[in-house]
Nanobody
Framework: QVQLVESGGGLVQAGGSLRLSCAAS????????VGWFRQAPGKEREFAAA????????NYADSVKGRFTISRDNAKNTWFLQMNSLKPEDAAVYYC?????????????????????WGQGTQVTVSS
């Protein structure tokens, strides 16, 4: 049974940083695209970042580009989202997600519907 567990969320002041982690078990995702999505209250879930299996290719939503960095540790079946210069509008529940897709099309054209595996979410709150 595949399980994704996020950690690292919390309350931070605007301008601060948080590092989210997603630990996967039940299946190895080291060669597949994984990513992060977020959902703010009253809004639809949206793409934040994705990374290819070898870590060579990444993509970010325009709203987080230059401030967030996605990375992965395939030896630990874990991936991360480093969030810097956080803004109040970054506040949301952050979800990690995993696919069985290797093709770069999902990096350049992210779609949450291509991700069959999801974590339970971790809350990020940014105070102004």
């Amino acid at each position: 049974q595949v399980q994704l567990v996020e950690s690292g969320g919390g309350l931070v002041q605007a301008g601060g940083s948080l590092r989210l982690s997603c630990a996967a078990s039940g299946r190895t995702f080291s060669t597949y695209i994984v990513g992060w999505f977020r959902q703010a209250p009253g809004k639809e879930r949206e793409f934040a970042a994705a990374i290819s299996g070898d870590g060579a290719n990444t993509n970010y939503a325009d709203s987080v580009k230059g401030r967030f960095t996605i990375s992965r540790d395939n030896a630990k079946n874990t991936w991360f989202l480093q969030m810097n210069s956080l803004k109040p509008e970054d506040a949301a529940v952050y979800y990690c997600a995993a696919t069985y897709v290797r093709s770069s099309y999902l990096i350049t054209a992210p779609s949450m519907y291509e991700y069959p595996y999801w974590g339970q979410g971790t809350q990020v709150t940014v105070s102004s």
